[in-house]
Protein backbone atom coordinates (compact mmCIF):
# COMPACT_ATOMS: atom_id res chain seq x y z
CA UNK A 1 0.00 0.00 0.00
CA UNK A 2 1.12 3.68 -0.49
CA UNK A 3 3.40 5.11 2.48
CA UNK A 4 3.90 8.74 3.10
CA UNK A 5 6.67 10.89 4.87
CA UNK A 6 6.27 13.92 6.35
CA UNK A 7 9.14 16.00 7.47
CA UNK A 8 10.04 17.72 9.72
CA UNK A 9 7.65 16.53 12.97
CA UNK A 10 8.06 20.37 13.99
CA UNK A 11 8.97 23.48 12.48
CA UNK A 12 9.17 27.02 14.30
CA UNK A 13 9.50 30.31 12.08
CA UNK A 14 9.57 34.01 12.33
CA UNK A 15 6.24 35.71 12.17
CA UNK A 16 6.86 37.07 8.22
CA UNK A 17 8.83 34.43 7.52
CA UNK A 18 8.57 31.20 4.93
CA UNK A 19 7.51 27.35 5.56
CA UNK A 20 8.34 24.57 3.66
CA UNK A 21 6.56 21.48 4.57
CA UNK A 22 7.76 18.48 2.42
CA UNK A 23 6.36 14.72 1.88
CA UNK A 24 7.33 11.79 0.01
CA UNK A 25 5.56 9.01 -0.98
CA UNK A 26 5.64 5.53 -2.33
CA UNK A 27 3.00 4.54 -4.79
CA UNK A 28 3.43 6.05 -8.59
CA UNK A 29 -0.30 5.51 -8.82
CA UNK A 30 -0.93 7.81 -6.18
CA UNK A 31 -2.72 11.24 -8.39
CA UNK A 32 -4.41 13.20 -5.83
CA UNK A 33 -2.68 14.93 -2.79
CA UNK A 34 -4.01 17.20 -0.59
CA UNK A 35 -3.04 18.95 2.64
CA UNK A 36 -4.83 19.87 5.54
CA UNK A 37 -5.15 22.02 8.18
CA UNK A 38 -5.56 21.07 11.67
CA UNK A 39 -6.51 23.94 14.61
CA UNK A 40 -6.14 22.57 17.93
CA UNK A 41 -9.65 20.80 18.82
CA UNK A 42 -10.74 20.59 15.36
CA UNK A 43 -10.85 18.62 12.77
CA UNK A 44 -8.62 18.97 9.88
CA UNK A 45 -9.44 21.27 6.76
CA UNK A 46 -8.28 21.54 3.48
CA UNK A 47 -6.26 24.18 2.74
CA UNK A 48 -5.17 23.51 -0.97
CA UNK A 49 -4.71 20.16 -3.18
CA UNK A 50 -2.69 19.89 -6.43
CA UNK A 51 -3.51 16.50 -8.89
CA UNK A 52 -0.72 15.09 -10.95
CA UNK A 53 -1.02 16.47 -13.90
CA UNK A 54 0.02 19.86 -12.15
CA UNK A 55 3.44 20.94 -11.16
CA UNK A 56 2.48 24.05 -9.05
CA UNK A 57 -0.70 25.09 -7.79
CA UNK A 58 -0.85 29.04 -5.72
CA UNK A 59 -3.33 30.19 -3.45
CA UNK A 60 -2.45 33.49 -2.10
CA UNK A 61 0.23 32.84 0.84
CA UNK A 62 -0.39 28.81 -0.07
CA UNK A 63 1.67 26.96 -2.65
CA UNK A 64 1.67 22.76 -3.41
CA UNK A 65 4.65 21.71 -5.84
CA UNK A 66 4.59 17.91 -6.95
CA UNK A 67 7.35 16.65 -8.61
CA UNK A 68 5.96 13.41 -9.44
CA UNK A 69 9.18 11.94 -10.82
CA UNK A 70 10.74 11.96 -7.59
CA UNK A 71 7.46 11.13 -5.69
CA UNK A 72 7.49 14.60 -3.26
CA UNK A 73 5.74 17.26 -3.22
CA UNK A 74 5.90 20.02 -0.57
CA UNK A 75 3.85 23.20 1.08
CA UNK A 76 5.39 26.67 1.12
CA UNK A 77 3.27 29.07 3.23
CA UNK A 78 4.30 32.78 2.44
CA UNK A 79 4.61 35.90 5.08
CA UNK A 80 3.84 33.57 7.88
CA UNK A 81 1.16 34.95 10.47
CA UNK A 82 0.34 33.60 14.02
CA UNK A 83 -2.84 32.10 13.21
CA UNK A 84 -1.06 30.26 10.64
CA UNK A 85 0.13 27.99 13.70
CA UNK A 86 -1.65 24.60 13.72
CA UNK A 87 -0.75 20.87 12.87
CA UNK A 88 0.01 20.31 9.00
CA UNK A 89 -1.18 16.68 7.17
CA UNK A 90 -0.31 16.15 3.90
CA UNK A 91 -1.72 13.07 2.06
CA UNK A 92 -1.78 11.39 -1.10
CA UNK A 93 -4.69 9.28 -2.81
CA UNK A 94 -6.07 7.78 -6.27
CA UNK A 95 -8.67 6.07 -8.01
CA UNK A 96 -12.24 6.96 -7.95
CA UNK A 97 -12.59 6.34 -3.80
CA UNK A 98 -10.00 8.67 -3.18
CA UNK A 99 -8.45 6.64 -0.46
CA UNK A 100 -6.30 8.69 1.67
CA UNK A 101 -2.71 7.77 3.21
CA UNK A 102 -1.98 10.67 5.44
CA UNK A 103 1.81 11.71 6.57
CA UNK A 104 2.61 11.95 10.29
CA UNK A 105 1.97 15.48 10.61
CA UNK A 106 3.97 19.17 11.01
CA UNK A 107 3.33 21.42 14.07
CA UNK A 108 4.48 24.42 12.62
CA UNK A 109 4.56 27.61 15.25
CA UNK A 110 4.75 31.18 14.25
CA UNK A 111 6.50 33.04 16.87
CA UNK A 112 5.69 36.83 17.05
CA UNK B 1 -17.28 21.67 10.27
CA UNK B 2 -20.40 22.54 11.53
CA UNK B 3 -22.05 20.54 8.87
CA UNK B 4 -20.40 16.93 10.39
CA UNK B 5 -20.87 16.16 13.40
CA UNK B 6 -20.06 14.10 15.99
CA UNK B 7 -21.23 12.56 19.13
CA UNK B 8 -20.17 12.13 22.19
CA UNK B 9 -17.01 14.53 22.04
CA UNK B 10 -15.61 13.19 24.49
CA UNK B 11 -15.59 9.86 26.41
CA UNK B 12 -13.94 7.77 28.93
CA UNK B 13 -14.67 3.89 28.87
CA UNK B 14 -13.28 0.84 30.96
CA UNK B 15 -11.58 -2.42 29.03
CA UNK B 16 -14.23 -4.86 27.93
CA UNK B 17 -17.34 -2.25 27.43
CA UNK B 18 -19.25 -1.82 23.98
CA UNK B 19 -19.33 1.75 22.88
CA UNK B 20 -20.86 3.68 20.21
CA UNK B 21 -19.45 6.64 18.34
CA UNK B 22 -22.40 8.66 16.36
CA UNK B 23 -21.61 11.00 12.96
CA UNK B 24 -24.24 13.21 11.01
CA UNK B 25 -23.91 15.21 8.17
CA UNK B 26 -26.00 17.54 6.60
CA UNK B 27 -23.96 18.01 3.14
CA UNK B 28 -25.80 15.49 1.53
CA UNK B 29 -22.69 13.79 0.57
CA UNK B 30 -22.57 10.05 -0.46
CA UNK B 31 -19.54 8.63 1.04
CA UNK B 32 -18.16 8.84 4.88
CA UNK B 33 -15.36 7.64 6.61
CA UNK B 34 -14.11 6.94 10.01
CA UNK B 35 -10.32 7.44 11.04
CA UNK B 36 -8.67 7.52 13.96
CA UNK B 37 -5.43 9.97 15.25
CA UNK B 38 -2.94 9.07 17.16
CA UNK B 39 0.03 11.38 18.19
CA UNK B 40 2.94 11.29 15.94
CA UNK B 41 0.62 8.84 13.69
CA UNK B 42 -1.32 11.14 11.34
CA UNK B 43 -4.98 9.91 10.35
CA UNK B 44 -5.49 5.60 9.94
CA UNK B 45 -8.73 5.05 7.85
CA UNK B 46 -10.94 2.33 9.78
CA UNK B 47 -13.95 2.05 7.63
CA UNK B 48 -15.18 3.70 4.40
CA UNK B 49 -18.46 3.27 2.93
CA UNK B 50 -19.74 4.74 -0.62
CA UNK B 51 -23.54 4.80 0.00
CA UNK B 52 -25.60 3.09 2.54
CA UNK B 53 -25.12 -0.59 1.30
CA UNK B 54 -21.56 -0.31 0.51
CA UNK B 55 -18.92 -0.87 3.28
CA UNK B 56 -15.55 -1.56 2.92
CA UNK B 57 -12.55 -1.91 5.69
CA UNK B 58 -9.74 0.57 5.97
CA UNK B 59 -6.37 -0.46 6.70
CA UNK B 60 -7.24 -0.33 10.32
CA UNK B 61 -10.38 -2.50 11.39
CA UNK B 62 -9.91 -5.08 13.43
CA UNK B 63 -11.66 -4.27 16.65
CA UNK B 64 -14.07 -1.87 15.01
CA UNK B 65 -17.16 -2.52 13.43
CA UNK B 66 -19.76 0.19 11.60
CA UNK B 67 -23.27 0.90 10.52
CA UNK B 68 -24.44 3.18 8.07
CA UNK B 69 -28.02 4.04 8.84
CA UNK B 70 -29.40 6.06 6.37
CA UNK B 71 -27.04 8.85 4.00
CA UNK B 72 -27.07 10.93 6.53
CA UNK B 73 -25.43 8.67 9.92
CA UNK B 74 -22.37 6.65 10.26
CA UNK B 75 -21.62 5.08 13.44
CA UNK B 76 -18.15 3.38 14.66
CA UNK B 77 -18.66 0.63 17.52
CA UNK B 78 -16.09 -0.53 19.79
CA UNK B 79 -17.08 -4.25 20.14
CA UNK B 80 -15.29 -4.19 23.31
CA UNK B 81 -12.81 -1.86 24.22
CA UNK B 82 -9.40 -1.96 25.22
CA UNK B 83 -6.57 0.43 26.08
CA UNK B 84 -4.68 0.67 22.80
CA UNK B 85 -7.71 2.12 21.21
CA UNK B 86 -7.40 5.08 23.51
CA UNK B 87 -7.22 8.08 20.51
CA UNK B 88 -9.34 10.71 18.60
CA UNK B 89 -11.65 9.34 16.29
CA UNK B 90 -12.86 11.63 13.26
CA UNK B 91 -15.57 11.06 10.73
CA UNK B 92 -15.25 12.58 7.79
CA UNK B 93 -17.59 12.64 4.20
CA UNK B 94 -16.82 13.43 0.72
CA UNK B 95 -19.17 14.15 -2.88
CA UNK B 96 -18.30 11.41 -5.13
CA UNK B 97 -19.71 13.85 -7.97
CA UNK B 98 -17.26 16.44 -6.94
CA UNK B 99 -13.79 17.24 -8.78
CA UNK B 100 -11.73 16.84 -5.93
CA UNK B 101 -13.67 15.01 -3.67
CA UNK B 102 -12.69 16.84 -0.85
CA UNK B 103 -12.58 15.30 2.67
CA UNK B 104 -14.80 17.31 5.08
CA UNK B 105 -14.27 16.30 8.53
CA UNK B 106 -15.92 16.42 11.77
CA UNK B 107 -14.45 18.14 15.18
CA UNK B 108 -13.49 14.79 16.49
CA UNK B 109 -14.20 12.26 19.59
CA UNK B 110 -11.79 12.07 22.24
CA UNK B 111 -11.99 8.02 23.23
CA UNK B 112 -10.05 6.97 26.50
CA UNK B 113 -10.01 3.52 27.53
CA UNK B 114 -8.90 2.78 31.13
Known amino acids: GENVEQHPSTLSVQEGDSAVIKCTYS??????FPWYKQELGKGPQLIID?????GEKKDQRIAVTLNKTAKHFSLHITETQPEDSAVYFCAAGWGSARQLTFGSGTQLTVLP | DADVTQTPRNRITKTGKRIMLECSQTKGHDRMYWYRQDPGLGLQLIYYSFDVKDINKGEISDGYSVSRQAQAKFSLSLESAIPNQTALYFC?????????????FGPGTRLLVL
Open chain 1, 27 to 32: DSASNY
Open chain 1, 50 to 54: IRSNV
Open chain 2, 92 to 104: ATSDAGSPGETQY
